[in-house]
């Protein structure tokens, strides 16, 4: 009985079986082939395309990605369209589609003939006028001879133009240039020799300032300052002062009178010539100390005065002894001055001194000294110095540094006196190798590294090795050559994408 169970089940298994249809393996998935890429860069623009490989008679879709140089942003006002000039045959033209996203815009293009052409883009309009050159094209006859692309020969980092777009990202291309080595000190703005001057009261006296000079503004030599006007005595002296003009004008009156007689005297012929003349000299004497008296009296009284403004009186007037800007000024009109007070204080800020100093074991080096530039404050930039100075041969005790001098045209006042810079004297000159500017170069795991873009969207990872730093270019004695793109904006974007665990995808809204 439990043997016939068994067989039993055994027969219904079976019949089980035999009903469940057989599974069926799912279809494989049919890839589109990989396209065919072109990258192409003007002088203000670059076109980045995507396409199928060319089948004569079969419409292939065309993804042209436009950037505009001057920002490395996408164009957005323009139309474009497509040329294949194929040998011996009329030109054949293709219209962009209308865009519908910044930067891509979509042709379809089908060829007539197998066979080599020279494919062009035309691009007019606001953002960009350009025509882009893609070279040499093969136009198969069927699909199983279609062109393939090449097959990648370096691990490349793929970075969309999307993102290029919303970024800050930018480019340069490398070129040879001759670097001079350089040394980067620290320095400060002086005025120059002969550039400052300290206006000091050179007598005593009541100040007169007729226009009030502020600090900070601008004179020229020879300028009227102030003036001065000096002590008459003191108060208690007003009475000798008076008796000193009336003593005065009755010596002159005498004199007068001397004279008069003398010359009628001659004329009798009872005296000679020489006295006559004696009483015309002390006539003008006395005439002389009449008017010292009364100028003497006339000071007093505008001494007595606010400002000391009378007409009529002796005044010193001080003058700017060089050009420049007044950066002190003490001068308060009515306000008595004393010998040797500093009233102003002028200095010539179109031209400066840069002093910079170097450590005592950088001093050899100043034996190759050929030129100099200050760095900038807050910019960066960088600035061609005048002509040396002069170079210090004695180290301070105390800071262990030389004094290195250079002198600057400074008439667009961008820099103030006193003023810390940075000066880097440049040294021989170097080899002419590839230079990049220093923005390209990132620090990876404390390797320098730039990031080359091979095409719109492919970039390369390249260790560096530099030398020469000088005018905000950095010498590439290995890892880049002339000619190669290096992104100089964005680096570090792209850096962390390669250190990002999800691979982007390769793929646009086109």
């Known amino acids: 009985m439990k043997s016939f169970q068994i067989v039993i089940l055994a027969g219904v298994t079976l019949t089980a079986c035999s009903r469940t249809p057989p599974a069926v393996a799912p279809a494989a998935k049919i890839e589109a082939n990989e396209p065919l890429r ?11 395309l995507e396409h199928q490989a060319l089948v004569a008679g079969v419409k292939s879709r065309f993804a042209i990605h436009l950037t505009r140089l001057s920002d490395f942003h996408a164009v957005r006002e323009a139309s474009c ?17 209308a865009s519908t996203h910044p930067g891509i815009f979509g042709a379809n293009v089908q060829p007539g003939t197998a066979g080599e052409g020279r494919l062009s883009i035309r691009v007019r309009g606001k953002d960009l006028t350009e025509t882009f050159d893609a070279g040499m094209v093969k136009i198969a006859a069927d699909a199983a001879s279609a062109e393939q692309p090449a097959a990648a020969t370096e691990e490349t980092i793929s970075f969309l133009k999307e993102q290029q777009w ?32 300290a206006v000091i009261a050179p007598l005593a006296g009541r100040l007169v300032v007729e226009k009030v000079l502020a600090v900070g503004t601008a004179v020229e030599k020879g300028a009227e300052l102030c003036a001065i006007v000096p002590p008459a005595g003191a108060a208690a002296d007003l009475p000798g002062l008076q008796l000193a003009e009336s003593e005065a004008l009755v010596t002159l009156e005498q004199a007068r009178r001397d004279q008069t007689r003398a010359e009628r005297l001659l004329a009798a012929g009872a005296v000679p010539t020489r006295r006559v003349e004696e009483a015309r000299t002390a006539e003008a004497m006395a005439q002389t100390r009449l008017q010292a008296a009364r100028a003497r009296l006339a000071q007093y009284e505008a001494t007595r005065a606010a400002d000391g403004t009378e007409t009529g009186v002796k005044r010193f007037l001080v003058r700017a002894p060089i050009s420049g800007t007044i950066t002190e000024s003490a001068a308060i009109s009515g306000a008595g001055a004393e010998v040797g007070k500093v009233l102003f204080r002028i200095v010539d800020i179109n031209t400066l001194h840069v002093s910079g100093v170097v450590a005592e074991s950088d001093y050899p080096k100043l034996r190759q000294l050929s030129g100099a530039e200050i760095e900038m404050p807050g910019s960066g930039a960088l600035r061609a110095a005048g002509k040396l100075i002069g170079v210090g041969h004695v180290v301070d005790a105390a800071t262990r540094t030389v004094p290195v001098v250079y002198e600057i045209d400074n008439r667009d006042h961008f820099l103030a006196v006193n003023q810390t810079v940075f000066l880097r004297l440049l040294l021989t000159a170097a080899d002419r190798k590839p230079a990049i500017p220093e923005a390209a170069i990132i620090d990876d795991a404390g390797r320098p590294v730039v990031f080359v873009q091979r095409s719109g969207e492919t970039f390369l990872r390249r260790p560096v090795k530099t030398g020469v730093r000088s005018g905000g270019f950095v010498q590439i004695l290995s890892g880049v050559e002339a000619g190669d793109r290096v992104v100089t904006r964005g680096a570090y974007l792209i850096r962390l994408s390669t250190m990002s665990s999800a691979v982007p995808a390769h793929g646009h809204v086109h």
Do not use: H, I
């Open 38 to 48: 072109t990258t192409v860069w003007t002088p203000n623009g670059e076109l980045f």
């Open 81 to 97: 369209d497509v040329e294949l000039q194929q040998p011996d045959k009329e030109s054949q033209r293709f219209p962009c589609d």
């Open 166 to 197: 919303a970024l800050d990202f930018g480019t340069q291309l490398a070129v040879e240039q001759t670097l001079r080595d350089s040394l980067r000190v620290a320095a400060e703005t002086l005025p120059r020799t002969g550039g400052e001057a």
